[in-house]
């Protein structure tokens, strides 16, 4: 996997979740970042927002997460059914702000979820603090970033997982941590579109996404079977082998299905 420079850009505006769903509603198939600022404006929808900040919230937030590899993953999010409810919908946006900000998905990955595992009540903002202070001492950012601008990112980590559900209120010494439960919606999302995107049965298997939402590869291989038992794909694994039948073609056609079961 090719190394993605640590950037500020969760500054846009953390998760997001309220401009992104109202801006994945406004955006059509072709329309370009700067069309839909247009519309946006036009339309009135941000009465709260200055014409600059929005156009920072497209341009450093919603498009890199979501008008990627010709806006992927806004076509597949208009396609899943409007029933949705607010969790699955919220994983996947996480998913998408992780895949666009590597310091949002590191942190999940090499921090969160070793303390979620180890039992920990609470992550601090000296763990975010940490975190970034030895990212920058391994050339991880863009540039090397002053003292200010650590302590604003180790804010902006802890404040993107509280958007996403990862943690919740401020308590003495930190935020809490929530429990998580991974949604089968999210799982048979993933798993197919990993799979759309040209990866073999055991590369979608042992993918890192599945680590950012809690999954090493055995728990992701029940997730699979848990999948195969509602008859969206078949799975056959021994010895270390696993191969997946797919049932669906493409990632509408999945989308379509999940909105009549």
């Given at each position: 996997?090719?190394?993605?420079?640590?950037?500020?850009k969760?500054?846009?505006?953390?998760?997001?979740?309220?401009?992104?769903?109202?801006?994945l509603?406004?955006?059509?198939?072709?329309?370009?970042?700067?069309?839909?600022?247009?519309?946006?404006?036009?339309?009135?929808?941000?009465?709260?927002?200055?014409?600059?900040?929005?156009?920072?919230?497209?341009?450093?937030?919603?498009a890199?997460?979501?008008?990627?590899?010709?806006?992927?993953?806004?076509?597949?999010?208009?396609?899943?059914?409007?029933?949705?409810s607010?969790?699955?919908r919220?994983?996947?946006?996480?998913?998408?702000?992780?895949?666009?900000?590597?310091?949002?998905?590191?942190?999940?990955?090499?921090?969160?979820?070793?303390?979620?595992?180890?039992?920990?009540?609470?992550?601090?903002?000296?763990?975010a603090?940490?975190?970034?202070?030895?990212a920058?001492?391994?050339?991880?950012?863009?540039?090397?970033w002053?003292?200010?601008?650590?302590?604003?990112?180790?804010?902006?980590l802890?404040?993107?997982?509280?958007?996403?559900?990862?943690?919740?209120?401020?308590?003495?010494?930190?935020?809490?941590?929530?429990?998580?439960?991974?949604?089968?919606?999210?799982?048979?999302?993933?798993?197919?579109?990993?799979?759309f995107?040209?990866?073999?049965?055991?590369?979608?298997?042992?993918h890192?996404?599945?680590h950012?939402?809690?999954?090493?590869?055995?728990?992701?291989?029940?997730?699979?079977?848990?999948?195969?038992?509602?008859?969206?794909?078949?799975?056959?694994?021994?010895?270390?082998?696993?191969?997946?039948?797919?049932?669906?073609?493409?990632?509408?056609?999945?989308?379509?299905?999940?909105?009549?079961?």
């Open positions: 996997m090719t190394f993605q420079a640590y950037t500020t969760l500054q846009a505006g953390l998760g997001l979740i309220p401009e992104t769903e109202r801006l509603q406004l955006w059509e198939p072709g329309m370009s970042s700067r069309t839909l600022l247009d519309l946006a404006l036009d339309k009135g929808d941000f009465p709260t927002m200055t014409a600059r900040r929005l156009r920072n919230v497209i341009s450093e937030g919603f890199p997460r979501y008008l990627v590899n010709d806006a992927r993953p806004a076509v597949v999010l208009k396609s899943m059914p409007h029933s949705l607010e969790g699955p919220k994983q996947l946006y996480f998913l998408f702000t992780s895949r666009a900000n590597s310091i949002l998905a590191d942190f999940v990955r090499d921090i969160y979820w070793p303390q979620y595992t180890a039992g920990a009540m609470t992550l601090t903002k000296i763990d603090l940490n975190f970034v202070e030895d920058v001492a391994d050339g991880k950012t863009t540039t090397p002053s003292e200010s601008t650590r302590t604003r990112v180790s804010s902006y802890l404040g993107a997982c509280a958007d996403f559900g990862l943690l919740g209120r401020i308590e003495a010494g930190g935020r809490k941590i929530e429990s998580f439960r991974l949604s089968s919606v999210v799982a048979n999302f993933l798993a197919h579109e990993l799979h995107r040209g990866l073999g049965d055991s590369a979608v298997l042992n890192p996404d599945w950012l939402l809690g999954l090493g590869p055995e728990d992701t291989l029940a997730e699979l079977k848990q999948i195969a038992m509602r008859g969206e794909i078949i799975v056959q694994s021994a010895a270390g082998l696993v191969q997946i039948s797919w049932k669906h073609k493409n990632m509408e056609e999945l989308a379509n299905a999940l909105t009549y079961s």
